[in-house]
């Protein structure tokens, strides 16, 4: 199966009439087995591992992946999995949790540009200050604790901070980072599933919380807070991809693609060697061979 009929359903690059019901959560193409979409994953990785090194090679582009999603939705599943491989000298992966004190002495995108990939690399965010608009806005305490003056605190927070993300997705894409966007859609009764597993399976022990399972309450404000962020911020050049995440193999698929498809829109190449680089490579070469 090539890229398109993998990714391009799925992303949105004019959030104007989005809406989440129409996407399934449980959605897999009619692959059928997590067995037979292995083989395509595993050839989509390989070829995610070219482009990169290409991508390193050329030192010119950037590009930043934001993953974003309920607990369990399988954010560090996704990024382990179609990432494995990756040369780890060009790939950094950080986790936005709940924001230390120096962070929230700062604005809300300064903890994010700290973490910007270099060119050539790949930086990918587990959360993000995507955050700002999900977990702030459905727990309005949260926003309280930024220390924000309260005459800039007002109706239009909301709307302000999509203008500021979509201006500040802007400028990175005008400075050679390109982000994509990965919402992990996934269904509030395969939630359940993998929370109960979490408490079953003792190695998934470490990564249940108790206010995971409280913000279940909140599902339906969460999901509302997503398809205003969706709408308000998909771009062009700034992408979001709405991924079915009922199925972790298929998730992983969609993703894999739609990286894939990005690389390959850059039109990347190694260096061209040049007279003097020439020139240097014959030196080299005689060097060598002159040794006993
Ligand atoms: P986890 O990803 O399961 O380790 O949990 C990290 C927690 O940090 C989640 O509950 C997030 O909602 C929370 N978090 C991330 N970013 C922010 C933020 N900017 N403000 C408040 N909470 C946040
Ligand atoms: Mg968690």
Redesign the pocket.
Known sequence: MKTEEFAKPFKITDGGKFRLKDFAPDETFGFDSKEKAQETLDRGIARLNELHEKLLAQDRWALLLIFQGM?AAGKDSTIKHVMSGTNPEGCHVY?????SDEELNHDFLWRATQRLPARGNIGIFS?SYY??LL??RVHPH?LKQEKLDPSLVTPKIWEERFEDIVAFERYLRRNGIVVRKFFLNVSKKEQKQRFLARLDEPEKHWKF?L?DVKDRECWTDFMYAYEEMIRKTSTASAPWYVVPADHKWFTRLVVAEAIIDTLEELDLSYPKLDAKKREEFKNARALLEREK
């Open positions: 607990d986790h936005f949790g709940v924001p959360r955050e700002e977990v702030v949260l919380s206010n």
